[in-house]
Each structure stands twice: as C-alpha cells, then as structure tokens.
C-alpha cells in the first residue's frame, strides 16, 4: 500500500519547481493530483509529465474566480479533497524592507499570505475535514529571521509560519496543517541568488551544496502523510544545516 493510494492532492503554483517535484513526489506515491499555475501550456506540459493522475487548471493564485473554477471542478469530478499544498509564493521586490513600495508589499501578501488563508478555507469546504486531511505550506528560512535584500518576503513568509500554527490550533483534531522553511534550492524562483557562483553559496551550506526540488518534496509528503499523525502546527526547515552556527 502506498502512502497516498486513494487520495487527492491540490497543489498550487506546480508546473515547475517546488511544486512539480511535490506533485511527482504524491504521484509515485498513489495520489491523485490537480497542479495549478498561471501559464497554460507549461502548465498542461508538466500535468502530461504526471501522467493520467495528473490534473490542471491555470490562473493566477490569488484570483477567487480561479480558485472557484479549480474547487468546482474538484467537486465535480471527485469524492472530496485529502490534501493540499499551498506551494505558491512571490518575491517580486529587492531591497531594505523601508524601501519597499506599498502596492508591492501588499500584493506580496496577498499571494503569499491570504492566499494560503483562502486556499485552506475552500479546502475545508470541500471535504477535508470529513476525510483527516492535511494541509503544508511551504514557506522559506527567510520567514525565519532576518533575510537581507527580501526583506518584505521574509515578512510574509514568517507570517505564514505563524498561519499554520493558527490553522493547525483551530482545525484540529480533524486537519493537520505544518509548513516546510527551505533555503536556497536552485529554481528559477532562487537562481538570482546562486547564479554564476554556485559553489561559493553552496559553502555556506554545512552539507555541501545547494539544495533541489526533491530536498522539499520528501519532507512535505512526510508531513501529508500519516507518518507525521502527530505532527501538527510545526514548520520543518530544510537548509543544509545552514542554520547551524557556532556559538561564541
Ligand atoms: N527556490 C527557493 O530557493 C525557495 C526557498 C524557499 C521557499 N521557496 C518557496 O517555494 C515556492 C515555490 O517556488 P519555486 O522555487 O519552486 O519557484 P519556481 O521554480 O519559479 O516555480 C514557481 C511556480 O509558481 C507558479 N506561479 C508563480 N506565480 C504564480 C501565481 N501568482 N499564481 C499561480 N502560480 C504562480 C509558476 O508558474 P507560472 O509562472 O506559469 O505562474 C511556477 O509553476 C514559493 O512559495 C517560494 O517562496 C523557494
């Protein structure tokens, strides 16, 4: 038996990246799946890489009339929804956070943040709570502390550590809901942070490299899963052992 035969994951923002390695990750592993993203044809290209377990819908993730059209279709094609990922995130701005433009901060967490939050409400709506589901978020290590030069992104990914644990104290016993604090793994979201000088970034690493979509993927099936039935409202970082500093 695998781990999520019989089940149906959403996973937003998932046509490359973090999100597809999760999507592959579920399919092995028995799940069905429903990838979103806002372009059509990578999009339809990565939902064809799955294979028939494989679903699509695109748009823009923090638009309601997007996220209605892909819980109509969940409602009328399947039982009901088990686990959802709320892998979308951007990082539009660089910079000290006081020079960051307000119409840009608040688009960040209107992606980042209440997005999640909306996500996670219609997903509740659409049965999760009738069938023990699970819900991770995927925030980053820049939610964790200070994170120079994504300042602002950084906030709304610390907000979104604090989400899951309002999340996970308010749907339990019948969700859990956890999130995932990865560092540098090499996307085209984080290739401006390594690119031309990957094996100087990767040396601040303790275990030698940068990490890759799959480094995310395990820990976040680890946590939808049952092996993780008691594990709720926790945020796993993922960065190489980069948070290990000597003290003194
Ligand atoms: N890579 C890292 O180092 C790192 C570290 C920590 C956390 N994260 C987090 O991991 C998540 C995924 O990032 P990634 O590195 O996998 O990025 P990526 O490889 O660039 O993939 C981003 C995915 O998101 C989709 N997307 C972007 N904006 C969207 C929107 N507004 N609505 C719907 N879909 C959207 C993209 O497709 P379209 O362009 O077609 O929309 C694509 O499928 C983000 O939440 C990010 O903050 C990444």
Known sequence: MRRFDGKLALITAASRGIGFAIAERLVAEGARVVITARKEEPLRAAAARLGDAAEWVAGRADDPEH?????????????GLDLLVNNVGI???????LEVDPAAARKILEVNVVGALEWTRDAVAAGLAERQGSI????SIAGT????????????????????QQLASELAPAVRVNAVAPA?????????????????VAAQFPLGRLGVPADVA??????LSDDAAWITGRT?????????????
Do not use: Q, W
């Open 136 to 139: 991770v978020n995927v925030s």
């Open 218 to 223: 395990g820990p976040v099936a680890f946590l």
């Open 91 to 97: 990082n539009p701005v660089y910079g000290p956070v």
């Open 236 to 248: 796993i970082v993922i960065d190489g052992g980069g948070s290990l500093r000597p003290i003194g």
């Open 184 to 200: 540098i793994i090499k996307t085209d979201f984080a290739k401006a942070l390594y690119d031309g000088r990957e094996a100087e």
């Open 67 to 79: 996220r209605a059209e892909v819980f109509s279709r969940i409602r009328e094609r399947h039982a």
């Open 145 to 164: 502390g200070p994170s120079p030069g994504i300042a602002f992104y950084g906030v709304s990914k610390a907000a979104l550590i604090n989400l899951t």
